[in-house]
């Protein structure tokens, strides 16, 4: 059948002999509701391809501008009827046609006649034609070894039908009319057929193309075995420019002639080649003989010195200079300082002695190291490194010390490496060490620790027309030439020249169990293995590993079709837990690394570019890059995370050397540009509160076969083992329970049926559902709230019962609808925070298909049996990120949170688990405290909050950019946010500064500075975090950006001056309910102007990919408070572009329980975490500068005021920017809270 749902009776299709209009194959249940609602008319009807089951169908209809599907489900038979209530007998139909046919007459069972087909939107021929951007053409047919995707059925379309009606349609306007003119013209003597030809031409100009694609393929393959016929390949091509008339007809037949020749005769000159080349130079690779231990790894020293303080300062005569020698093989650190006479001391401390590491986040190149000296006595000495790439080399090697001397059996953590290259259709040079060493530009590995084996290698290339056994060969020479270690291939995926291979080391090859491999075709009309993606995923002991290398569409105006490729690889790519089918691939791993070659481009001209190239200057560059955009308008690679780039585009080199971009190309469709770009990526997503952090990410510049450099990352990942527990299954007495309170959620839909939820998770016996949801509300057409109470959700049951188990696992929800079965969003929950006796909040936002689509929130915990709460500290919490003197040179110093994903509440640590730490900071420059000003410092810090409850935020894409500013900002809610003209951001834990927020008449894509941070944490791990990024002043700063939540556009002038500034007189509830919330339907918009200004970098109405969406705009409006009432301590807003995640766990509270806090909770908060309060957090009714200081929960800044002066609440109305920059307020965020709430005590009195 031509259709996704399924067969129909006899043979015949289910959607007659053509499918009809109305019918929608592979669209997805929000882009139909999003279709109807342009619609807008009742009785506005689609027919898709169901989501739930295979083979059925949804009729989705509007009525009163809510959206209703029914499904249509096939029987035994093949018969087709809409889904009846129990006891109704269903009409059968044998075709789709037949069964709408009954349905547009009235009163036949739906909520209205159907009255309007939604018909499709049929895209041109021409869009398919998907020419390569490369040095030559890619060969449009697969190699001879054999492909492992599955080749299209017979359902599958192609592209035959249009082009034979289009000849169809020709030939009989031809014989309706211009063959009269052709016989007169033979009637006078004529000796052609001018209009026949003519008609000819038309008819074969789709067929010209295609010939001249292939004939530029194997253009290829002649240089290298046949240059005779190479020479008249090249001279066809050459010929076959800017022909028309008889001479393309004749021109087209003489190309056809070559090619029949070319393709019977290449394959047995190349056989006769190569048998000559396998005498002269045999290409065989010697045999591999194993070889299970590695090189050992030599003592390294460094050089380094104490870190003193003032009081130590007197201490004179007395040498800083240390030298700390690591030995990994013998477990020990030597401690060694020089005294007089050339005399040297020294400690040796073993690898057990070594307590914790403490990175610097404000000082990149210094380590604090606390060593046991006696019985629970211990030292911290700090030392500050030559740089910090030699603090982090010195740190690794110190983890390897301890991961080899340890007792565990199973590793806590290992290291990965992640290279892509698009190899332009030639073999690899014999030397590519320096890809997997990730030797070249850009965040590189030290000297020291470049050697060090990594634990997986993953190889992921393009255009790669080396045989499979032969490729993997060659990188296992490779990496036993450099390692000394014979690496075992667990998984070779290959769709023609798109090559995935995993290699491991040989002692972890027991670990690995569960894999899969999967490919997808995106080339033209996606049966064309040329562009697509290879997949494998593993289990690696108790972790899940997913890894994706693709090639996508090329050509710089291609952006959609990009988009679309992602899409459907994401959707159609079959790796993982069967179980998980109702979650796309991004919610089935614990890591997924996604790699390739993704073709987005620059969008800028040229000579600026290259300009930029040379000045080594890539920050305007990446706010221009079209991946970079489209993530920023949530279109593509939603929650993933990208390493800084800081690396010169890898594509389009000279080949021969990396000197050199070549960006023009004479084709055979005329001249082409290809601006140099970041072709080549490596993304990676995961599950909250895991352990991942990225520690280069570059490429090389001795690799110039390719018109591509090869790009190269490395990863450092928690992996948790099988666990088995001590004490055997639990009694019922010591059991753990997962309960839930409650949970609401928001979807973008404009259905109004009911729901439930499913919960997945490996640490069940199976999946549970919820009971239907019991309230359920809407104050606007396209968005929904539904809510289930302690009653209508399942407690749920693990397998095992110990924390130390429960702690690594996660549970997976899906939020689905009674009437097709079909979900309406995914999302994943980290146990770990949930663990305790009292109920924890959790809130993240909701996927499907790769689109948010909504937002979940609630109250659940994790009951463990205190039996069963014995826990062990990790490898990778010995290392911890020291946030000292980033609030001035006394702040607190506070060890936060390393892992990959921060707790979505507040915990007291169990045992170890307080040590943990956060790598993803260890990339913060100082930069912090010492940048300059940036230009519109005074942006508004609203800017910064993200209300995701609010259900303005769930505007249905396409709906014009004013629809937004048409919504009033005192009607928006905003539980999370407060008035931007008294913003309180949450308080970062030990008083960590923020960077400074970007202009709001800025460019509007910052630059990418990006963390590893995934789902959960897009709400509650968002505190702490701070605003955007900083255009001009974030130059150099290798932060990581949290992709989760992109700040939405800056908030302009006008909108604020929407905002009432009346003093707050009428307490709000501690708890507000969703159902307060008033949302107007979208109008016309009275502020419209005033969003184009803010930032967004469009004309007006402008609604083009270079727009900002909806959502976002919605977002932004969002943070406005109502009138009247106080405002609330925001317990997480989102973070703010460039900001270290992690400030303060505090901050990870989003959503409050529907039920009041009990004190038991409450003890385990800090104050500025509780929500609500009776008077207004920007009160400045205290009696003293600190008061009013700790009030807006940014005390750090006391000391800086006191010393300039400013020790009075009287005197401190006169204070201005300046005043509070030289009292070491930097941060313009924080510098608006102090001055606005100043400005309102002004007018309180």
């Known amino acids: 059948m031509a259709g996704g749902g399924g067969g129909g009776g006899s043979g015949a299709s289910p959607l007659g002999p053509a499918p009809p209009m109305w019918y929608h194959r592979d669209l997805s249940r929000a882009a139909a509701e999003e279709l109807l609602a342009r619609a807008g ?32 489900l096939p029987d035994d038979e093949g018969f087709l009827a809409v889904q009846t209530s129990q006891g109704v007998q269903p009409k059968r139909f044998k075709t789709l046609p037949e069964l709408v046919s009954l349905y547009l007459q009235p009163s036949q069972g739906l909520v209205t006649t159907l009255l309007y087909p939604v018909e499709r939107e049929e895209t041109a ?30 359902d599958t379309p192609t592209d035959s039908t249009p082009a034979a009606n289009g000849l ?181 401390y073993t690898h057990d002695k070594i307590r914790q590491l403490i990175k610097s986040q404000r000082v990149q190149n210094k380590l604090g190291i606390v060593f046991e000296k006696e019985k629970d006595k211990s030292q911290r000495k700090d030392f500050i490194f030559a740089s910090a790439k030699k603090r982090e080399a010195f740190c690794q090697l110190l983890q390897l010390m301890k991961n080899k001397h340890s007792n565990q059996d199973e590793p806590d953590m290992i290291s990965i490496f992640i290279g892509t290259w698009n190899m332009g259709s030639v073999p690899a040079p014999k030397n590519v060490a320096s890809w997997v060493l990730c030797r070249g530009l850009g965040k590189t590995l030290d000297e020291m ?69 999967s490919s997808v075709k995106t080339g033209i009309a996606n049966t064309l293995g040329n562009k697509g993606a290879v997949g494998v995923s593993f289990m690696f002991n108790g972790t899940s590993f997913g890894f994706v290398n693709c090639h996508l569409t090329s050509g710089n105006e291609k952006i959609a079709r990009r988009n679309q490729n992602y899409l459907d690889i994401l959707r159609l790519l079959s790796l993982g837990d069967k179980q998980l089918s109702s979650f796309d691939i991004s919610l089935r791993f614990t890591h997924l690394f996604w790699l390739g070659d993704l073709n987005y ?42 390493e800084e780039i800081s690396f010169p585009p890898t594509y389009r080199y000279e080949r021969g050397s990396r000197d050199t971009y070549v960006w023009q190309k004479q084709k055979a469709t005329g001249m082409r540009t290809n601006v140099p770009s970041w072709c080549d990526r490596i993304l990676w997503k995961s599950y909250p509160e895991t352990h991942i952090v990225c520690n280069s990410y570059g490429c090389t510049d001795d690799v110039v076969t390719s018109d591509h450099s090869p790009v190269f990352a490395t990863f450092e990942v928690g992996v948790t083992s099988q666990f088995v527990s001590k004490k055997g299954l639990p009694k019922s ?37 919820s009971y239907e949801n019991d309230s359920q509300s809407s104050d606007n057409v396209n968005f929904l709230r539904v809510g289930w109470s302690n009653k209508q959700l399942t407690t749920l049951k693990p397998l095992l019962s110990e924390i130390e188990y429960l702690q690594d696992q996660h549970l997976l929800l899906t939020v689905k609808s009674l009437d097709g079965y079909e979900s309406y969003g995914e999302c994943v929950l980290a146990l770990k925070s949930m663990i305790g006796s009292t109920a924890q909040q959790f809130h993240t936002y909701l996927s499907h298909r790769g689109e948010e689509t909504g937002n979940i929130r609630g109250s659940m915990r994790v009951r463990v049996p205190s039996e069963r709460m014995g826990t062990r500290e990790r490898l990778y919490e010995w290392i911890s990120v020291d946030k000292d003197e980033t609030s001035g040179p006394k702040g607190k110093s506070a060890v936060v949170c390393r892992s990959g994903h921060e707790p979505s509440v507040i915990r007291k640590p169990l045992g170890e688990l307080g040590k943990v730490s956060e790598e993803g900071e260890r990339n913060s420059k100082e930069e912090t405290a010492a940048r300059p000003k940036q230009d519109g410092s005074d942006s508004d810090p609203s800017i910064s909050k993200n209300s995701y409850n609010n259900p303005a935020y769930y505007i249905l894409e396409g709906v014009p950019n004013q629809s937004a500013a048409a919504v009033s900002p005192e009607l928006l809610p905003s539980p999370t946010s407060t ?15 923020s960077k400074p927020p970007g202009a709001a008449s800025g460019p509007p894509h910052p630059r990418r500075q990006v963390r590893a941070i995934s789902e959960e944490s897009s709400s509650e791990d968002d505190g702490g975090a701070c605003v955007v990024g900083a255009q001009g002043g974030g130059v150099g700063s290798t932060l990581n950006r949290p992709p989760p939540d992109f700040p939405p556009p800056p908030l302009p002038k006008g909108a604020l001056e929407m905002v009432p500034e009346a003093p707050f007189t009428k307490p709000r509830s501690l708890y507000p309910d969703l159902a307060e919330v008033r949302i107007p339907a979208a109008g016309p918009a009275a502020h419209g102007d005033a969003f184009r200004r803010g ?14 969406s909806v959502l976002q705009m919605a977002k932004t409006l969002s943070d406005s408070e109502f009138p009247g009432q106080p405002p609330r301590a925001p317990s997480a807003p989102p973070p703010l572009r460039g900001q270290p995640m992690g400030l303060g766990l505090d901050a990870c509270r989003t959503f409050p329980p529907r039920n009041p806090i009990t004190e038991s909770i409450a003890e385990d908060m800090p104050e500025e975490a509780l929500w609500g309060s009776s008077s207004s957090s920007l009160s400045v009714g205290e009696s003293s500068v600190g008061e009013w200081l700790q009030r807006l929960g940014l005390e750090r800044y006391e000391q800086g005021l006191l010393h300039n002066g400013w020790d009075d609440l009287e005197f401190l109305s006169d204070i201005t920017e300046e005043d509070l920059e030289e009292a070491g307020v930097h941060d313009p965020a924080h510098k608006r809270i102090l001055l606005e709430s100043l400005r309102q005590q002004q007018q309180q009195k």
């Not at 009785?43 to 209703?68: I, M, P, T």
């Not at 190699?143 to 059925?153: D, E, K, L, Q």
């Not at 000045?615 to 991946?627: A, G, H, T």
């Not at 931007?980 to 030990?990: D, G, T, Y």
């Open 733 to 769: 007495s010591e059991q753990a329970y997962i309960e839930f309170e409650s949970i609401e959620a928001i979807v973008k839909t404009a259905s109004r049926t009911k729901f439930f939820i499913e919960f997945y998770s490996t640490c069940l016996e199976e999946f549970k559902k």
């Open 449 to 517: 620790t470049v050697t060090i084996p990594h634990d997986l290698y993953v190889f992921g290339s393009q255009e790669n027309s080396v045989c499979d056994r032969e490729w993997v060969e060659s990188l296992r020479a490779l990496l036993k030439e450099q390692t000394e270690l014979d690496y075992k291939p667990i998984a070779v995926q290959t769709l023609w020249n798109i090559k995935l291979a995993v290699l491991v080391k040989p002692e972890h090859e027991n670990r690995i169990s569960h894999v899969g491999m």
């Open 168 to 348: 169809s349609t020709i030939s009989h306007e031809y014989l309706k009319g211009s063959y009269a003119l052709d016989l007169e013209a033979v009637k006078q003597g004529a000796s052609s057929l001018p209009h026949l030809n003519k008609t000819l031409v038309a008819s074969c100009k789709r067929l010209n193309g295609e010939v001249d694609k292939v004939l530029s393929g194997l253009e290829i393959l002649s240089k290298v075995f046949d240059q005779q016929s190479a020479f008249m390949v090249s001279k066809m091509i050459q010929q076959s420019v800017n022909q028309g008339g008889d001479q393309e007809l004749e021109n087209l037949v003489t190309k056809l002639a070559i090619l029949k020749d070319l393709l019977s005769s290449i394959e047995k000159k190349a056989l006769k080649a190569l048998q000559d080349m396998s005498l002269t130079s045999p290409c065989s690779l010697p045999p591999l003989h194993s070889m299970r231990h590695s090189k050992s790894i030599p003592v390294q020293a460094f050089e380094v010195k104490l870190d003193v303080y003032l009081a130590e300062l007197t201490k004179i005569g007395k040498s800083q200079k240390y030298t700390l020698s690591v030995d990994v093989e013998g477990g020990r650190l030597v401690v060694m300082k020089k005294v007089k006479d050339n005399q040297e001391d020294w400690i040796t």
């Open 41 to 72: 008319r009742d009785g506005s009807f689609l027919v898709r391809d169901s989501e739930s089951v295979n083979g059925a169908y949804a009729l989705c209809v509007l009525f009163q501008k809510h959206v209703h599907t029914y499904r249509i």
């Open 601 to 642: 481009r620059l969008d800028m001209d040229i000579q600026e570019i290259l300009n930029y190239i040379n000045r080594k200057e890539f920050d305007p560059l990446l706010k221009v890059d079209q991946l970079n955009l489209e993530r920023e308008k949530n279109k593509v690679f939603l929650r993933f995370a990208e």
């Open 1095 to 1108: 930032g967004v970098g469009v004309g007006a109405g402008a609604l083009d990919d270079q727009s900002c």
């Open 125 to 154: 021929v021409s869009d398919d034609r998907d020419y390569s951007d490369g040095e030559d053409e890619k060969p449009p047919l697969p190699p001879r070894s054999s492909s492992t995707s599955t080749p299209p059925g017979p």
């Open 979 to 993: 008035n931007p003209q008294a913003a309180k951001p949450p308080p970062p834990s030990a008083g960590a500064r």
